[in-house]
């Protein structure tokens, strides 16, 4: 079992940026995947990037192109880094690590 601690979130305008991270209470060498999912009001919550720990990734369709996803297993942590924010990325964002472990959630919104 491994805790999970997101950071990052917050209140950005359409097009801003903004980067996530997550720590990892212990080493994350081993979980083979990690990554973060997103739930906004009144939907279910979804994939937003994973990536393996040899570092391949994959993206929902709506991050492609926009969201980075990267991990740094020295320092335990994983980032996501957001850009050209749109309003509907309006979520709280989970970390997740393989098999069930999550975060507490981060709230990021995106509005004028």
């Known amino acids: 079992q491994v805790q999970l601690v997101e950071s990052g979130g917050g209140l950005v305008q359409p097009g801003g940026s903004l980067r996530l991270s997550c720590a990892a209470s212990?080493?994350?060498?081993?979980?083979?995947?990690m990554g973060w999912y997103r739930q906004a009001p009144g939907k279910q919550r979804e994939l937003v990037a994973i990536i393996t720990s040899g570092g391949s990734t994959n993206y929902a369709d709506s991050a492609k192109g926009r969201f980075t996803i990267s991990r740094d297993n020295r320092k335990n942590t994983v980032c996501l880094q957001m850009n050209s924010l749109k309003p509907e990325d309006t979520a709280v964002y989970y970390c997740?690590?393989?098999?069930?472990?999550w975060g507490q959630g981060t709230q990021v919104t995106v509005s004028s």
């Open positions: 212990g080493s994350i060498v081993d979980i083979y995947l």
């Open positions: 997740y690590a393989r098999p069930n472990n």
